[in-house]
């Protein structure tokens, strides 16, 4: 992760932040969306082998079968 030092009148502005923002040039083009330390802070809702055994999953379809269903539409 890169990092990007602020001066201390921007600090102070970002130190208010309660909820998410979005972070602007001179033009109004967003660059950015930050959020205070604590928007970071969510907990996982799953064990560690729930998540293994999500992995473990397969995913989607073979390849074959998503052919054949493109073929049988005409």
């Known amino acids: 992760m890169k990092r990007l030092v602020l001066d201390a009148v921007t600090l102070a502005k970002l130190g208010e932040i309660r909820e998410t923002v979005q972070v602007c040039d001179e033009q109004g083009q967003i660059v950015a969306i930050i959020g205070p330390p604590t928007y970071f802070d ?4 799953f064990t560690d082998e729930e998540i293994e055994e999500l992995r473990r999953q397969p995913l ?3 390849l074959s079968e998503i052919m054949r269903d ?3 539409r005409g």
């Open 70 to 72: 493109l073929e049988a």
């Open 42 to 45: 969510t907990e996982i809702p």
């Open 60 to 62: 989607g379809r073979p």
